[in-house]
């Protein structure tokens, strides 16, 4: 059954993005990336540490790879397009994962800065998928914007809590003609598979892959748990019932008909 | 000698120098890296041939792992 997710005119395989954040180090991130099998990976942009020479960690990606450079960092709509213009300028080609945020407790995103730089950093020709708090409204407006996806947060970033956002996600994937994808928050493979069964086109995780005892292993673990989810989501699950449905026949050969009807 | 700010940290570079100079000094492969002057993204094809100046402001960015 070919089901592939389309994003900006692209195709993509698998329905699992990665963050890349939180490895030891660049080998380890590379063997996870490949156990995940995503092929939308995020990376971010800082200043060159002289101190601490770091490697090349684009080296350590797939080929296929598609790069989704983040605005982490940014505070509001202009710093989140400058952020956006560099990675472009740095080959990561041009999608963008927009990420504006100044609450540092719940480092929640300001869905208005947000629209802002979305409506910018369209009409430049980006690819962007906005992270932002599920808001019908502010989503309406982000897909007015241009954005090519919504990305809602299932709980607060890094905080492994799962879909505590479920309700409002759910509004937006009934409501909102676009790929929603649950970014952050999401801790368990089968909060994933919960997320994809609601119908959400995708999930983004890193901590709770990279914060695993054996972060490969739970990398496909989280692979297993979208497709599973995504195939649950196809099938259209069954109504729920108040009381039992027999599953089994009760065929009464264990009676005869006049002891069984009294 | 010049005085330049790199990185939001005060610096100082020989007269003249070229921001492929300063890549070369500071021993960064030019590939990894953008650079911003004074705000702007500098063109990866101008860094031969652009000298700084006094006060100029650089930005040394790369690419790294992130959620």
């Known amino acids: ?60 990606l797939p080929p296929d790879t598609i790069l989704m450079p983040n605005t982490s960092g940014a505070r509001n709509a202009a710093e989140a397009i400058r952020i956006a213009r560099i990675a472009r300028e740095a080959g990561c080609g041009n999608w963008v994962k927009i990420e504006v945020v100044s609450d540092q407790k719940y480092l929640l995103p300001d869905n208005f800065e947000t629209i ?28 007015e914007a241009g954005a090519a996806a919504i990305m809602p947060l299932g709980a607060p970033i890094g905080t492994n809590r799962g879909l505590k956002t479920r309700e409002l996600v759910q509004i937006l994937i009934s409501e909102i003609d676009l790929p929603i994808i649950v970014d ?18 995708a999930v983004l995780v890193n901590t709770a892959i990279a914060t695993a005892d054996n972060p490969v292993l739970m990398a496909e673990a989280f692979a297993q748990a979208v497709e599973a989810g995504r195939k649950a989501f196809l099938s259209g699950p069954g109504s729920t019932q108040r009381f039992a449905q027999a599953s089994s026949p009760l065929t009464g050969f264990l009676r005869n008909e006049e002891s069984a009807s009294t | 000698m010049m005085q330049v ?30 650079i911003e002057l004074n705000g702007e993204i500098v063109d990866r094809g101008k860094w031969e041939g652009l000298r700084l100046s006094p006060g100029d402001s650089l930005e040394i960015i790369r690419i790294m792992s992130g959620g």
């Not at chain 1, 080998?27 to 090349?56: H, W, Y």
């Not at chain 1, 952050?184 to 086109?201: F, K, Q, T, Y």
């Open chain 1, 1 to 60: 059954m070919e089901d592939k997710l389309n994003i900006g005119g692209r195709q993509v395989d698998s329905r699992l993005f990665m963050g890349t954040g939180k490895f030891a180090d660049y080998r380890l991130m590379s063997e996870v990336i490949k156990a995940s099998k995503a092929q939308v990976v995020t990376v971010a942009l800082r200043r060159v540490d002289f101190g601490a020479p770091e490697e090349n960690m684009l080296s350590y």
């Open chain 1, 116 to 143: 802002k730089a979305i409506e910018v950093l369209v009409k430049e020709g980006f690819v962007v998928l906005p992270y932002m708090s599920p808001d019908l409204m502010a989503a309406k407006r982000m897909a």
């Open chain 1, 184 to 201: 952050a928050g999401i801790g368990r493979p089968s909060e994933a598979a919960e997320a994809m069964e609601l119908g959400a086109a």
């Open chain 2, 5 to 34: 700010r790199i990185n939001g940290k005060a610096a100082e570079l020989p007269d003249n120098s070229t921001v492929k100079d300063l890549l070369l000094a500071r021993r960064l492969a030019p590939d990894t890296v953008i």
